[in-house]
Nanobody, 114 residues
Framework: QVRVVESGGGTVQPGGSLRLSCTAP????????MSWYRQAPGKERELVAF????????RLTDSVRGRFAISRDNDKNTVYLQMNNLKPEDTAIYYC???????WGQGTQVTVSP
């Protein structure tokens, strides 16, 4: 049973924007931190963004700081990753993780290409 579902990926040109969404159909996200990771071809999965359960603590990896933003709406049981000024090196499968365990989604593909 998939515990987390991502959506919003696609193909955009450099400089474009996408907003990814993540929801947990069978669990509440209200009491847990949420994270976005990505994995590019031939590379290890890396943490992109983290948000605490109350949104008090937010962390973004250096390569996306100033371009990406993570937010959450606990009433909608959804976490977002707003991605602006996308670059070809942002091309990857983006995964959402619920909490600090192993509740992963199946990922959504983001491709940035002229």
């Amino acid at each position: 049973q998939v515990r987390v579902v991502e959506s919003g990926g696609g193909t955009v040109q450099p400089g474009g924007s996408l907003r990814l969404s993540c929801t947990a159909p069978y669990d509440s996200i209200r009491s847990v931190p949420m994270s976005w990771y990505r994995q590019a071809p031939g590379k290890e999965r890396e943490l992109v963004a983290f948000i605490s359960k109350d949104s008090e603590l937010i962390r973004l990896t250096d390569s996306v700081r100033g371009r990406f933003a993570i937010s959450r709406d606990n009433d909608k049981n959804t976490v977002y990753l707003q991605m602006n000024n996308l670059k070809p090196e942002d091309t990857a499968i983006y995964y959402c993780k619920r909490g600090l365990g192993n509740d992963w989604g199946q990922g959504t593909q983001v491709t940035v290409s002229p």
